[in-house]
């Protein structure tokens, strides 16, 4: 099993629809990562969070330590939010990264 | 703002052939990593820096080299080329470890026949 496990896989989700991609790891951890790829291949750092709960703009990103799970969420999804997720774990001095999720927003 | 830059963008090697990836950071940044992405598998470490002249391996290091002569530098050599190394590499960094936002690269794609 994973030291990481992203659901689902993959989403399709129509314009406007509210998304959220589900993590769940195994280990203690003393952060938790969310990022984003792009088509093109770049990855962009979306959140990072140990505690609670943050928002930027359309998205918000939550974790529950004790359950060891963290959720990202898009408001009002748009196609340009079409990529992959990734969720990190910042574990003993090391990130273990998920498969990630991909995601398309269609029209 | 540069950021992270990693150079090439895409490569074709054959088997057997060496290079170097580029990556450079212009954020003052202590710690560098190097990645691979392969389809379907969540990134590997395959070597991390804390510093300039500190180098430690990662997951999956064999088959490579890497050097930190500068803060801002972090190449990662390929000495023999082999099709196992076809993947997707990524370099980043942080300014510290624990809990820091981490900076990536744009990515290499590397291909080797």
């Known amino acids: 099993k994973n030291e990481v496990e992203q659901s689902p896989q993959n989403l399709t989700a129509q314009e406007g629809e509210f998304i959220t991609i589900n993590c769940s790891y195994s280990?203690?951890?003393?952060?938790l990562h969310w990022l984003q790829q792009h088509p093109g291949g770049g990855i962009v750092s979306l959140f990072m969070l140990s505690s609670g709960k943050k928002k930027h703009g359309r998205l918000i990103a939550t974790i529950n330590i004790q359950e060891k799970h963290s959720s990202l969420h898009i408001t009002a999804s748009h196609p340009r939010d079409s990529a992959v997720y990734i969720c990190a774990v910042r574990s003993a001095s090391k990130l273990t990264f998920g498969t990630g999720t991909r995601l398309q927003v269609t029209l | 703002n540069a950021g992270v830059t990693q150079t090439p963008k895409f490569r074709i090697l054959k088997i057997g052939q060496s290079m170097t990836l580029q990556c450079t950071q212009d954020?003052?940044?202590?710690?560098m990593y190097w990645y691979r992405q392969d389809p379907g598998m969540g990134l590997k470490l395959i070597y991390y820096s804390v510093g300039a002249g500190i180098t430690d391996k990662g997951e999956v290091p064999n088959g490579y080299n890497v050097s930190r002569s500068t803060t801002e530098d972090f190449p990662l050599r390929l000495e023999l080329a082999a099709p196992s190394q076809t993947s997707v590499y990524f370099c980043?960094?942080?300014?510290?470890?624990?809990?820091?936002?981490?900076?990536f690269g744009q990515g290499t794609r590397l291909t080797v026949v």
């Open positions: 954020m003052n940044h202590n710690y």
């Open positions: 280990v203690g951890i003393s952060a």
């Open positions: 980043a960094s942080s300014y510290g470890d624990l809990n820091t936002e981490a900076f």
